[in-house]
């Protein structure tokens, strides 16, 4: 009997208290596939988060985060050798940071909507069996986890201004791909990642070292590599931020997207 590496993902969404008194749309946005390159499996994944002042960020950080991770589909399907080795997969990234702020311009040019007005965050990230790597501009985290061991390691700085709660958006630098932190981890140390935008980084994460509460996270993952329902898991993670516990905490809007390496076998499951 052999073995090969299998990803579940699971994401969920969904709008902080303030913004359901105030009847704000959901500001915040995730993407997601799950690919085949070669004989095994990538996950590339983006969440954006809108700013609260720009009017249309909604449909800003839904075109950012769409547009970072058919970059990355697009760039691993292309070349799937050379965007697993570090150097390309930084490049790779950069390029998605860069493109989605070109698409959210030419969205706002053809809907006739200031680029100020379409404001977001973005966090693009893609795992391999070898490699988990991922670009940040502004807020949120994105996490590499060990699920048996309980190792974590967050892999990108937050870029935070003087300010309390004050970040840096995609549209808000000519250009945004330049400054973006990248980080990455190998795929045989971790097994798990997971992003998440700002609204949860208080739950998520032991601040100010940003370093991840497995208190908050251990549930999550446990259930998505065991389960055998997967399929069920992003129902369970929308009711949990969407619950008591979350929304008394935090006012944000809140956006997770987490993926899990299993071990499936290739007579149970042919191909």
């Known amino acids: 009997m052999s073995d090969k590496y299998h990803w579940r993902i699971a994401t969920a969404t969904a709008p902080g208290s303030s913004h359901l008194r105030e009847d704000i749309p959901n500001q915040d946005a995730v993407a997601c596939r799950l690919i085949e390159v070669g004989e095994g499996e990538v996950v590339v994944a983006a969440v954006a988060d809108g700013a609260g002042?720009?009017?249309?960020?909604?449909?800003?950080?839904?075109?950012?985060?769409?547009?970072?991770?058919?970059?990355?589909?697009?760039?691993?399907?292309?070349?799937?050798?050379?965007?697993?080795?570090?150097?390309?997969?930084?490049?790779?990234?950069r390029s998605a940071v860069k493109q989605a702020k070109i698409e959210v311009e030419r969205y706002g040019r053809r809907h006739n909507v200031p680029v100020r007005e379409l404001a977001c965050t973005l966090i693009v990230a893609f795992a391999s069996d070898s490699l988990m790597t991922a670009a940040q501009v502004g807020d949120g985290a994105v996490?590499?986890?060990?699920?048996?061991?309980?190792?974590a390691t967050t892999l990108c700085e937050a870029h935070s201004g003087e300010y309390a709660n004050e970040t840096t958006f995609i549209t808000s630098r000519s250009r945004p791909h330049e400054i973006a932190s990248v980080g990455c981890a190998s795929g045989y140390d971790y097994d798990s990642l997971a992003l998440i935008t700002d609204g949860l980084q208080n739950l998520a994460l032991k601040m100010p070292e940003r370093e991840a509460f497995m208190g908050f996270w251990n549930p999550m993952l446990q259930d998505l590599a065991h389960t055998d329902e997967p399929e069920a898991v992003p129902g369970r993670l929308h009711a949990f931020i969407s619950g008591e516990r979350v929304q008394s905490r935090t006012g944000d809007d809140v956006t997770i997207a987490i993926a899990a390496r299993t071990r499936r076998s290739l007579e149970e499951n042919p191909q």
């Open 53 to 93: 002042s720009a009017p249309r960020s909604d449909e800003g950080s839904r075109v950012a985060a769409d547009a970072a991770v058919a970059t990355i589909v697009d760039g691993t399907n292309r070349q799937p050798a050379a965007a697993f080795v570090e150097s390309h997969a930084e490049a790779l990234l």
């Open 143 to 151: 996490v590499a986890f060990n699920i048996g061991s309980g190792a």
